[in-house]
């Protein structure tokens, strides 16, 4: 069983990583976007629900996104496919660019809650208290814009993410979905 990634592919650790963390985006992004409209929409008590799932997922779901990112650059990478070197320098860019936004969304989401003052209240089993002693307006802003930027930035590089792969799978047919599916020694 290959567990880490060689020159020649990923490894299990990485595929597992990489699926389950994409589907914790997603559910974050659906989450995160459900409170929005529920806000926009003036529906206080569907906003609060939505929210109240968002931050419990965002807890659970930190750890996974931060063993991803550590997980990433703790390995070797697997060389990179054969294509044309801007494409190459995009490929780069957007994967690091994704790792970096989840980064941000991972320190900035819990940073809004505490520097309002709150406890992070996870699926009302427990609570993480807040280190700061009051609310704190500053912060809590550069937060808020920290994760609004983060929140865009995934979306952007997910879509390309996604386009390239579909690019890769039904056009150039040259395996790169393959090896984020099976490990390759
Ligand atoms: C991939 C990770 C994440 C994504 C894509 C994401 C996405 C979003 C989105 C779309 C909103 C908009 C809601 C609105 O405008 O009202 C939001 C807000 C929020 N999220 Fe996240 N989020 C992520 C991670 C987290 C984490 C880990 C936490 C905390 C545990 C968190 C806490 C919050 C809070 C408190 C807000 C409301 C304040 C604000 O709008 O900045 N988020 N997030
Ligand atoms: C459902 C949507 C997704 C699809 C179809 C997909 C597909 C792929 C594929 C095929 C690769 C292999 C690329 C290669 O070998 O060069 C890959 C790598 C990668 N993907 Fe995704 N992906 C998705 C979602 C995500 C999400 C949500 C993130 C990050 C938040 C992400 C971050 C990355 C990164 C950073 C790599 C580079 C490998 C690594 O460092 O582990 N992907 N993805």
Not at 103 to 108: A, E, G, K, M, R
């Amino acid at each position: 069983m290959q567990w880490i990634n060689s020159r020649n592919g990923y490894g299990w650790l990485s595929i597992a990583l990489h699926w389950l963390a994409a589907a914790g985006v997603i559910i974050m992004l659906f989450t995160g976007f459900r409170a929005d409209m529920a806000g926009e929409a003036g529906e206080r008590a569907a906003r609060a629900a939505a929210m109240g799932l968002h931050i419990s997922f965002g807890a659970v779901l930190a750890l996974i996104f931060l063993a991803r990112i550590a997980a990433s650059y703790a390995q070797p990478r697997p060389a990179p496919i054969a294509q044309a070197r801007p494409l190459q320098v995009l490929s780069a860019i957007t994967h690091h660019g994704l790792l970096l936004a989840l980064l941000i969304q991972v320190i900035s989401g819990p940073l809004a809650v505490w520097s309002g003052g709150r406890a992070i209240n996870v699926f009302d089993l427990f609570a993480i208290p807040t280190p700061f002693a009051v609310r704190n307006e500053g912060v809590h802003e550069l937060a808020e814009t920290l994760h609004a930027v983060g929140r865009w930035a995934i979306i952007a590089l997910l879509s390309a993410h996604v386009l390239a792969t579909l690019k890769h799978a039904m056009i150039d047919r040259d395996g790169v979905l393959q090896r984020m599916l099976s490990a390759k020694a």
